[in-house]
């Protein structure tokens, strides 16, 4: 994949360092909160996150479709209005559930960031708006991924200029038809980089894709074996817990 030398160097800025999957979360630091991202930049660790749409198309950073396991509360985070979920409590925190915006003026490009774009339907205009809207101003090193090529499309006709990866996992998926979606999908994206599952390391496609220049970031590295892996296989590495050493 050939692409412009200031593009090319945007890249490199982004894979600059590893990425702390959903911030360095730990005991009192959830998973996709304000004090995670503290702690990742205080590491001096880059930043992946997940993003979603509320009811009325706003985009808040939050992993689960479901609001059970991180909040307490019940139902689907898109059935929720922004005021709503802007004041959802974090279990067992003060924190509450953050807007994108206010992550990216939190984060301020200080460390390097991958957002992941979580919408496994074909309705993606609005969380692809939202989360473009969101990025308008922001200047630091920052890439929007996708398991959906649906959002990495829409990218490429709306928001070209940004870095955009295509997520992969071959789990369940190492037939002819898993070839195809991961064929179909490259071609729809036309990614910078690819985020690859560690666990299907080393892959002919990610190999292949390497070799023609897109770099291979690979989640989640929770091993030292992990972190072995990828040494070889891949260009960065999307992390948790003791790979951080």
């Known amino acids: 994949m050939r692409s412009s030398p200031s593009r090319r160097a945007e890249l490199e800025r982004l894979g600059a360092r590893p990425f702390a999957h959903r911030g360095l979360h730990g005991p009192g630091r959830p998973e996709n909160s304000r004090a995670a991202f503290e702690a990742a930049i205080a590491a001096g660790s880059g930043i992946e996150l997940d993003v979603q749409a509320s009811r009325d198309g706003e985009a808040f950073v939050f992993h689960d479709y479901e609001l059970d396991r991180l909040t307490g509360a019940r139902g689907k985070l898109a059935d929720l209005s922004a005021d709503k979920l802007a004041g959802l409590r974090l279990s067992g925190t003060s924190e509450t559930v953050p807007p994108l915006a206010e ?21 993606v205009l609005p969380l692809c708006r939202a989360v473009a809207r969101a990025l308008q101003d922001y200047r630091g090193a920052v890439g929007v991924m996708s398991f959906n090529p649906r959002v990495g499309a829409w990218f490429v006709r709306h928001a070209p200029e940004r870095l955009r990866g295509l997520v992969v996992t071959e789990s369940g998926k190492k037939g002819m038809r898993g070839r195809f979606e991961r064929y179909f999908g490259f071609a729809h994206v036309r990614p910078d980089f690819l985020a690859y599952d560690i666990r299907d390391l080393p892959s002919a496609f990610a190999a292949a894709k390497r070799a023609a220049g897109v770099p291979v970031f690979t989640w989640t590295v929770r091993s030292y074996a992990d972190r072995s892996g990828a040494a070889v296989y891949a260009d960065q590495i999307i992390y948790e817990g003791v790979a951080a050493a």
């Open 103 to 123: 992550v990216l003026s939190l984060i301020a490009g200080r460390v390097p960031l991958l957002i992941e774009v979580k919408s496994p339907h074909r309705r």
